[in-house]
């Protein structure tokens, strides 16, 4: 008997384009969602988006609660939790890059409320995605989180954000060839569950977003729209799966150690992007796919040495050797790379001196 069933969880509305930042409250309305909303942003995003979406709100007779978190803690998620039921709030937006949006999901899912997503920043693949990702102990990884009802991405706000931000972006989406990689090998070692559909989909965005490498400039909006849409693809990548496994393989996990032993340094996207070059000549060798990967990042103005990063060699070998621990997902790296291993493929890929 066929027993399988699955939950997809998607957003209802998704708004892309230029001052639709002006649009959050319309968004709110056609949700039909009522009462006070809790904003959850950070310092930056606060003053370039959640003070005039509160603006916004005012003028139309809801005064918003709001939250401003400096870092992606478990601490951070109980203060926001705290907030909303103190405020008696009835659903939150998450304001801000990937960590303010994290913050926002986990705690509306601990709540059992309703999330919007306004992105300030087009740097990472968690704007649509059921993931929130806070360091926990020694794991640092997404977890199961409350998707957004509705995402509303203001192309001139992302346009206007640091360049970086969106090569980081941009990175994210790259690293999706060697996320799929890690799954099928994977499914074939392990026999994890695995979707045709969310790893074609994942793939898929990583194509397109190197097919459209020319039109991604700083000073050009078109890029938001570009790096965006690819963003809100992979995360529908990771709803269809029902896990991160579309677009996290053993380049994440190298970077959330690097989290770890390197707080702070570099971005996400930037990091698992190098991570991508290397576990993608892991799985295939001198004449593979890394090179293109790295090609594809230079293209974009993203880092693809370690001296780039801002993180110096020996950090790079050590993440390389112990980040196979801090996660149960088969990958690549197997039961770990050796350092003699890892000093060779961060050397021959020219991650490392
Ligand atoms: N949940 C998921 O599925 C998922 C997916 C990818 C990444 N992530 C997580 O997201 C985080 C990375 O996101 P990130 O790189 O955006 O980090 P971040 O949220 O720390 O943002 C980086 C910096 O950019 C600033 N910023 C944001 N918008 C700005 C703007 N318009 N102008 C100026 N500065 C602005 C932020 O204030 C912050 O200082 C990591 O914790 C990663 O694990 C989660
Ligand atoms: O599950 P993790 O490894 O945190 O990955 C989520 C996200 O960063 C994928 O781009
Ligand atoms: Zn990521």
Known sequence: MFEKSTWIRLPRNVVVGHGVRSEVLDVIDDLHLQGRPLFVTSPTPRAVAADPIAADFEAAGIEPAMVTVEKATFDAVERVIDVAEDEDVSYLVGIGGGKAIDIAKLASYHLNMGFCSVPTAASHDGIVSNRGSVPNGDSRHSVAAEPPLAVVADTGILADAPWELTTAGCADI?????AVMDWRLAKRLQDVEFSEYAAALSEMTAEILVGNADLIRPGLEESAWVVTKALMSSGVAMSIAGSSRPASGAEHLFSHQLDRLAPGAALH???????SIMTAYLHQGEDGLWRDIRDALASIDAPTTAAELGI???????ALTTCHEIRDRYTILGNGMNEQAARDVAHKTGVID
């Open 312 to 318: 110096d060699d020996e950090t790079i070998v050590e």
């Open 269 to 275: 996207g930037h990091q698992v992007g190098i991570g």
């Open 174 to 178: 790259i690293s999706n060839y060697t």
